[in-house]
């Protein structure tokens, strides 16, 4: 059975720094991309980074560009969300997606539970 | 970016009942274009993927159809588990992928 299960959320101040994880088990972990995806509270889904299966190819939304850097580590089927100068718009569920073909016609298949990020002071 | 649009935003329905939400890109994305289900609380659910293809597991009930710009979701008869909010996503030029507004589907 696929699970992705997030951690890492919490409460920051703005300017702060959070880092998330994604742990990967019932798949190869390996041979996937990886995406990460944010909800605002109320609001719908935004998509914010992904990785390719070696992390050779790797996007970000403008909204995160500079800010956030996306990793994984294969040895450890876990997938991670540096996330820097944090701002309140950053607040949301985030959520981690496993991804059949790189940003591909196939969707995004399994996803997981989400963490909760807020950032106020 | 291409941006989808989603209508309706809400709509009001009875268990039994046919339902289509229709989801508008921007521009030509030919069946680049995904169906999710998402729940309160809950993460969302591929539901459809490539416009018209149903995930594994997702009862026959759904069904999507389009190309190009303009695509449906067909729920054929509502059921009380189908209460939710849909989101269309296309990735047919990505980054980034974008997603529609979503639309929620209530209780009459």
């Known amino acids: 059975e696929v699970q992705l299960l997030e951690s890492g959320g919490g409460l920051v101040q703005p300017g702060g720094s959070l880092r998330l994880s994604c742990a990967a088990s019932?798949?190869?972990?390996?041979?996937?991309?990886m995406s990460w995806v944010r909800q605002a509270p109320g609001k719908g889904l935004e998509w914010v980074s992904v990785?390719?299966?070696?992390?050779?190819?790797?996007y970000y939304a403008d909204s995160v560009k500079g800010r956030f850097t996306i990793s994984r580590d294969n040895s450890k089927n876990t997938l991670y969300l540096q996330m820097n100068s944090l701002r309140a718009e950053d607040t949301a569920v985030y959520y981690c997606?496993?991804?059949?073909?790189?940003?591909?016609?196939?969707?995004?298949?399994?996803w997981g539970q989400g963490t909760l990020v807020t950032v106020s002071s | 970016d291409i941006q989808m649009t989603q209508s309706p935003s809400s709509l009001s329905a009875s268990v039994g009942d046919r339902v289509t939400i229709t989801c508008r890109a921007s521009?030509?994305?030919?069946?680049?274009l995904n169906w999710y289900q998402q729940k309160p609380g809950k993460a969302p659910k591929l539901l459809i993927y490539?416009?018209?293809s149903l995930q594994s597991g997702v009862p026959s009930r759904f069904s999507g159809s389009g190309s190009g710009t303009d695509f449906t979701l067909t729920i054929s008869s509502l059921q009380p588990e189908d209460f939710a909010t849909y989101y269309c996503?296309?990735?047919?030029?990505?980054?980034?992928?974008?997603f529609g507004g979503g639309t929620k589907v209530e209780i009459k």
């Open positions: 997606a496993k991804d059949p073909i790189f940003l591909s016609q196939l969707g995004f298949d399994y």
């Open positions: 019932g798949f190869t972990f390996s041979s996937y991309a």
């Open positions: 990785i390719h299966v070696n992390g050779g190819s790797i």
């Open positions: 521009q030509n994305i030919r069946s680049y």
């Open positions: 490539a416009a018209s």
């Open positions: 996503q296309q990735s047919y030029r990505t980054p980034p992928v974008t």
